[in-house]
């Protein structure tokens, strides 16, 4: 997929697609409505009509623009977003909501093609944690207890300002150990954990390689210390220095406590674990949300009996049921009670998509927004689950392109 910018101040993030079309979805229950989209979905693998598109996420909704991100086709807020779906298979990704500004309660499958599967899957990830960071956000009591702490340390995430993993160069280069302040700049009274929180925002938007021949020319920096940052001339030397004196002084001042801010810039590796542990939500929360999202849907999570092994719960037919995540004497893992062995979480999540084997159903990367609210006039209508609010009667509607 086309890599694009992160903003960090409102948590949104940029992605391309394919925009194949839409289509109404019938009044039924959760776990058929899950059936008929995908059987909706594999009859659209084939359509050969489509519009590239960019697609913009945050906690606040899903936008549509067209191919150059200058004219807005769709704009859905999240509340009125009742689902989020993928099949990578097919590399599709969909989502299902109400119409902007309609009182009706038709709901449509807005369906999406990216460029491989593990870019649809990316979108659905993107769409899940949307859901998982709009619940935090209106219901703070059931955060993790230990979620407000010292900001951790965060490494810059690559993947999220437009550049490839594997361009070590780059890694290197935003890793220096200026951390904002060069020769001539104002030294911040910042505490250690400001001066962590703000790495990412040491070079925010502007590219490595512009920041280097910037540094260059005001001659702060030479040619040579692109190449590594183990030779510290005279200036970096000193910068180093001025830098260690002052993490030392603020050392014995006693750390400041704030919030974690969950946000959606984060690699794709992180943001999959996120999603799949539902990272910030309380253990209890995340049990009774469980029940209540599509069939096949799981959680990743330390064992209740067991604190220091890990575990998968999975929404059953006939209700959640946990699994002991085991290691064999291999070093290899495997669910309880089942036989095929991985070599990591990202396999055996992968491989119980496409094969039953000894489950009860396949995993379901599929999720449902607790959030949503079917109603367009939120002063009056509290957010309410979309299995229950979909049991409202069905007013039939010609389908309409909800072109904003």
């Known amino acids: 997929m086309g890599e694009a910018p992160v903003t960090e101040g409102d948590t949104t993030v940029i992605r391309s ?46 936008k549509m623009y067209d191919e150059d991100e200058t004219t807005l086709l769709m704009a859905h807020a999240l509340r009125r977003v009742s689902l989020s779906t993928a099949r990578p298979i097919d590399a599709q990704f969909a989502f299902v909501s109400h119409n902007p500004g309609s009182t009706d309660a038709q709901l449509y499958c807005h369906v999406f093609r990216a460029r491989h599967a593990r870019a649809a899957q990316f979108l659905n990830l993107l769409l899940c944690r949307c859901f998982q960071l709009s619940y935090l956000e209106k219901h703070p009591e059931e955060a993790l207890e230990d979620s407000v702490g010292s900001m951790p340390r965060r490494n810059p995430s690559l993947l999220n300002h437009g550049f490839p993993l594997s361009v070590s160069a780059l890694v290197s280069f935003r890793r220096a150990p200026f951390q904002g302040l060069l020769p001539g700049t104002k030294k911040n009274q910042k505490s250690p954990d400001d001066l962590h929180s703000s790495q990412d925002a040491v070079f925010p938007t502007s590219s490595p390689s512009l920041v280097r021949k910037e540094a260059i020319r005001n001659k702060v920096l030479r040619s040579g210390a692109f190449r590594s940052f183990t030779f510290t001339p005279h200036k970096q030397r000193s910068v180093q220095e001025r830098l260690s004196a002052s993490q030392e002084k603020d050392r014995d001042k006693p750390q400041v406590k704030r919030s974690r801010a969950p946000s959606l810039a984060e690699t794709e590796e992180a943001l999959a674990q996120a999603v799949w542990c539902w990272a910030g939500i309380a253990a209890d929360h995340s049990f009774s949300l469980l029940a209540d999202d599509v069939l096949g849907s799981y ?9 220091k092994c890990g575990s998968l719960i999975i929404r059953f037919p006939s209700g959640l049921k946990t699994y002991l995540i085991e290691h064999t004497s291999k070093g290899k893992l495997v669910l309880e009670k089942c036989k095929t062995e991985f070599s990591s979480i990202v396999e055996l999540i992968e491989h119980y998509t496409e094969n039953w084997d000894e489950l009860a159903c396949l995993l379901s990367c599929a999720r449902v927004n607790h959030c949503y609210e079917w109603e367009e006039n939120t002063s009056k209508q ?9 049991n409202k009667a069905n007013i039939k509607s010609t389908p309409r392109k909800d072109w904003v």
């Open 17 to 62: 697609a394919e925009y194949v079309g839409s289509f109404p979805v019938d009044d039924c229950c959760l776990d058929d409505q899950i059936e008929q989209l995908h059987t909706q979905l594999r009859s659209l693998k084939t359509c050969k009509r489509s519009r590239p598109v960019s697609l913009k996420f945050s906690i606040k909704g899903v």
């Open 299 to 307: 959680l990743l999570c330390p064992h209740p009996k067991k604190p």
């Open 382 to 390: 509290q957010a309410g689950k979309p299995h229950k609010s979909q």
